[in-house]
């Protein structure tokens, strides 16, 4: 598209259309008349031309066809997936002429961008809006947990956009979340060449979860011995009837089980985990103890990934409830935090000297460059991210008990989002009410673990400084109290980090907007200081943009949490109502109803005009 928009010559090639002739002057002149207009001879003799084959495969046709082109065209483009060309093609020295060139997964700042372009051709509208933007990328990042699961590749990021806008399931049997995967696995085996017969999906998608299963029972990193794979298809096939038509498809070019080197597997991890969590949701009762092991082990990447997948399943609340359970049990020691003045009290002097303003933006341009650095930042951690360190999560969890359950809840928090996130409209409210208050009070009491005892936090300052004292680089010079007090603010603001963060994983987990009259409801039935936090947040979160409403719950948390009564809420308040405006686009009005509120200086952005002759 982009080539013809610039008038540059060119043809797409679908090499899966390509007939079975070997005149292959006639089969190029039919595709240039199903594209272009004009006379083909004419237009082949022209320089500089382009032409574009795509879904390579291993027929022999296919490599012909390409160099019967070559002699007509300087710039060719060959796409294949990644499977096809390394099987085939990777010391093909047919292709020795061309460069390799990979398509990665985009980072958070090309998927917004890929956002936006979506958002502007649908809406036909030039104006950006940054809280549709934002909903959008949630529902996208709730779907791609994973980087090595789903690959944040422009196509799946399409697909998901496209089945999120196109589709729902029917049925409503499985979610949003587990419809994106369904469509993505179904659009790859029809790809395959498997019959759209629902008896033919049907039979491949039970074959497949009762195969998902026994790799999890009896195979090691996703894959199971070829050996034990026969024996479990001779047993399959004494109890369930499968073609051969779809049983090859199923181990195709383009199907979604592969044999090699002696072990079968899935060839995309998500297929493994969308059909071990069907006959799980499907077999729940009898394997109910599993289950529930997961469930005390979530903190593992492998159980949480294998839970989540199972409850998008789920018709039966009984999953859900079990989750619920195991969640409000961790941590029970420890009271939710209220962040009341007396358990804040600690923060005082950091917030006072170490957390500056931010800096107001000057135009409407840098929102965008706010935006792009903060998305830099999701990427930047996403990639930091290794195998090592999640074993090393289960390796700590397996040392400490405490450590255990702050993991368990932290992964049940995200789990009991994925459940309010794409089962709202089949949940009772009174469900979806307990299932809010159980992620807030968890996270609450994972805030809780560093203020509910201000001895803890001296006992790790004086061993700090012990070892401190031991080093090479202790300063002699400065005294004793000198080296406690910033030992004690280091402790400190690693502690308000924590607690933040805690409440931002929270606020992140029940952020959906029809959830608002739940979390309403539930803060004035707390009334606490953290709930009222909470509330805000999740206003700010969720709303289409910054209007009365919001401007009046601004208001109420900075005059009721004024500076000199909390000055750790009014900071934090204060602080992403700043950050908010920063990276959002604000009616003037409002902005300066903001800064008001908050009382900061307000300067009106800088309007670049264009210049306009006079006619």
């Known amino acids: 598209m982009e080539f013809n928009k610039k008038s540059t010559p060119c043809l797409y090639v679908d090499l899966n259309q390509l007939s079975n002739g070997k005149d292959y002057n006639r089969e190029l002149k039919e595709i240039f008349s199903n594209q272009l207009t004009g ?17 390579l495969s291993k027929e022999n046709k296919c490599v012909k066809f390409i160099k019967y082109v070559e002699d007509f065209f300087s710039n060719i483009f060959i796409f294949s997936s990644k499977d096809i060309y390394k099987s085939y093609f990777v010391d093909d020295d047919r292709f020795v002429e061309y460069y390799e060139v990979t398509i990665k997964p985009f980072c958070h700042s090309k998927q ?4 936006k372009k979506w958002v502007k051709v649908k809406n036909d509208s030039s104006e950006v809006d940054h809280s549709l933007i934002d909903s959008i990328e949630r529902n996208i990042n709730s779907i791609i947990i994973d980087n090595k699961i789903l690959p944040r590749y422009p196509f799946f990021i399409l697909s998901i956009l496209q089945t999120y806008e196109s589709f729902m399931p029917e049925n409503l049997k499985i979610t949003a979340y587990g419809h994106c995967y369904q469509a993505l696995i179904v659009a790859r085996l029809i790809k395959s060449g498997m019959s759209q017969e629902d008896s033919a999906l049907e039979s491949a998608f039970t074959f497949c979860s009762s195969l998902a299963f026994e790799i999890y029972q ?12 026969q024996t479990f298809y001779k047993d399959y096939s004494d109890n369930y009837i499968i073609k051969d038509s779809v049983y090859n498809r199923l181990f195709s070019e383009y199907g979604i089980l592969e044999k090699k080197n002696g072990k079968v597997k899935f060839s995309i991890s998500y297929a493994f ?24 082990s979530s903190f593992a990447r492998h159980n949480s990934l294998i839970l989540i997948f199972t409850i998008h399943h789920a018709n ?6 079990e989750i619920l359970t195991h969640t409000i049990c961790v941590i029970d020691n420890k009271k939710p935090a209220v962040l009341s003045k ?14 500056p303003d931010i800096k107001e933006r000057d135009d409407d341009a840098e929102i965008e460059v706010a935006r792009k650095k903060e998305r830099e930042y999701r990427t930047s951690y996403e990639n930091g991210l290794e195998d090592d360190d999640y074993t090393e999560v289960e390796t700590l969890a397996s040392k400490s008990e405490l450590l255990n359950q702050v993991f368990q809840c932290n992964k049940n928090i995200e789990i009991l989002s994925q459940i309010l996130k794409n ?24 805030a809780s673990i560093m203020l509910d005892d201000g001895h803890e936090i001296e006992i790790a300052v004086n061993f700090v400084y012990e070892r401190y004292k031991e080093s090479e680089d202790y300063n002699q010079s400065k005294s004793d109290s000198f080296h406690l007090n910033e030992i004690r603010n280091m402790v400190n603001f690693r502690v308000m980090i924590w607690v933040i963060g805690c409440i931002e994983k929270a606020v992140g987990a029940i952020n959906k907007p029809e959830l608002k009259e739940i979390v309403c409801e539930l803060v004035e039935q707390k009334s606490t200081p953290a709930y009222d936090l909470i509330k ?64 900061l200086p307000y300067r009106k952005p800088t309007l670049k005009l264009k210049l306009v002759e006079a006619a």
């Open 218 to 229: 009896t195979g090691k990193e996703q894959k199971v011995d070829e050996s034990d794979f």
């Open 536 to 599: 805000y947040f999740y206003i700010l979160d969720t709303s289409k943009a910054f209007d009365d409403d919001l401007k009046y719950e601004l208001d109420y948390m900075m005059r009721y949490y004024s500076a000199d009564k909390a000055i750790f809420l009014n900071r934090i308040v204060s602080l992403r109502t700043q950050y908010y405006e920063r990276t959002h686009k604000v009616k003037e009005k409002y902005r300066q109803s903001i800064f008001s509120s908050l009382g």
């Open 112 to 115: 917004e961008e890929i956002i």
């Open 273 to 296: 985990y969308y059909f071990l969590g069907k006959f799980l949701t499907e077999n729940y009762y009898e394997y109910k103890n599993e289950i529930s092991n997961m469930v005390e």
């Open 39 to 55: 006379d083909f001879d004419l237009w082949v003799k022209q320089t500089n031309k382009y032409i574009i084959f795509d879904n």
């Open 316 to 321: 039966d609340i009984s999953i859900i409830d």
């Open 342 to 355: 007396e358990e804040t009290c600690i923060f005082n002097s950091l917030l006072k000297n170490s957390l």
């Open 423 to 446: 089962k709202t409209g089949s949940l009772k409210k009174k469900k979806l009410a307990e299932i809010v208050e159980t992620i807030c009070d968890a996270g609450l009491r994972m």
